[in-house]
């Protein structure tokens, strides 16, 4: 958990999933906040991949982070990991129903870019730090439109 976030109830009722991560637009889910049961496949996929999106962006922080361990990095491992999954590599359906399952935090739940009274049952709070966007984040951002 980044420490820009804080929880505002206790999170027993997500514990019951194998690995959390939640959704974050525009890039589909974040690392900013991430559970997992011990060795869980999907961060043994992200672990163990590390080292092959470990690319340094000259001049370019912003996208360094984001790609090699930042959203677009984990969300990246998770497209992966869906593929995976939905091509059954070896993993009956109740293991890929149960064990191998990531849940998706919603915004209602998280929390983050989200209204206070629209997310009346989120589990955590945001106090936006972003201390890791560098001067580059502008320009990332600008070339996207």
Known sequence: MDLDIGCRAPPHPLLHFP???PMTKPVG??????FSAPRTP??????????SFNHNWLFMPYATVMFSTGPMFISAMYSMWSRILQRGMNIDSAKRHLYHRVRILPKSLYGKNILPEDA???FYY????????????GFVGFVSL
């Open 126 to 137: 945001h106090y936006y730090g972003s201390s890791w966007h560098a001067g580059d984040a």
């Open 42 to 51: 999907f961060l043994d996929l992200v672990i163990h991949s590390l080292d």
């Open 29 to 34: 889910v974040s690392n900013d906040l991430m």
């Open 120 to 122: 009346p049952n989120s």
């Open 19 to 21: 690995a959390i991560l």
